[in-house]
């Protein structure tokens, strides 16, 4: 299993592009998250989804969308870029059991806008 | 102030000694309580997890959480270099909040 996989792994943006961020995860999970980690900020929920064909809002989402394609993949779109935006983003994936929802993340995309 | 909180570090240590890491936080919803741990340009696993006040014991690991004082602990004891990593503490309720993390750094 590659559990949870990210692409790209780094991007370059200048202000006002857009681009789509991707992930996949392996192990038939119900939920997946988009967060970002800034320094000293920890990691800020963005979007999430709790089942296929649902989204909801996170923490901060202003300028983000998300489609969750199907059970598997779950994508972050940018669609114009702003330095505010530079960041790691990591995209998790989650089952719940006995109470307990465990996430599982993946690598982290590195993106800096210009 | 933000709903979990956690001094930033470094934190260094020489190898073998005891590290301790210590989180607070705000919410009395929250039912229980993770420790993911996060190294350099990696996606965070997670290290262990409890459900209650009192101690957890996994290996060299033990979690501590003081639910009257809203305090959450992890003690790493025998600390290896391969323990250097970033500490997340993560209380949860319907939903995983995460601190900022603690970077630790075990010197051989």
């Known amino acids: 299993n590659a559990g949870v996989t990210q692409t790209p792994k780094f991007q370059v943006l200048k202000t006002g592009q857009s681009m789509t961020l991707q992930c996949a995860q392996d192990?038939?999970?119900?939920?997946m998250y988009w967060y970002r980690q800034d320094p000293g900020m920890g990691l800020r929920l963005i979007y999430y989804?709790?089942?296929?064909?649902?989204?909801d809002k996170g923490e901060v989402p202003n300028g983000y969308n998300v489609s969750r394609l199907n059970k598997r993949e779950f994508s972050l779109r940018l669609e114009s870029a702003a330095p505010s935006q530079t960041s790691v983003y990591f995209c998790?994936?989650?089952?719940?059991?006995?109470?307990?929802?465990?996430?599982?993340f993946g690598p982290g995309t590195r993106l800096t806008v210009l | 102030q933000k709903e979990v909180e956690q001094d930033p570090g470094p934190l260094s240590v020489p190898e073998g000694a005891i590290v301790s890491l210590n989180c607070t936080y705000s919410?009395?919803?929250?039912?229980?309580f993770m420790w993911y741990r996060q190294y350099s340009r990696k996606g965070p696993e997670l290290l262990m997890y409890?459900?209650?006040?009192g101690n957890k014991e996994d290996g060299r690991f033990t979690a501590q959480v003081d639910k009257s004082s809203k305090y959450i602990s992890l003690f790493i004891r025998d600390s290896q270099p391969s323990d250097s990593a970033t500490y997340l503490c993560?209380?949860?309720?319907?939903?995983?909040?995460f601190g900022g993390g603690t970077r630790v750094l075990v010197k051989p």
């Open positions: 192990m038939n999970h119900n939920s």
């Open positions: 993560a209380p949860a309720g319907n939903k995983l909040t």
């Open positions: 998790a994936s989650s089952v719940a059991s006995g109470g307990l929802d465990t996430q599982y």
């Open positions: 409890t459900y209650s006040s």
């Open positions: 919410n009395s919803a929250f039912q229980y």
């Open positions: 989804s709790a089942s296929e064909g649902t989204t």
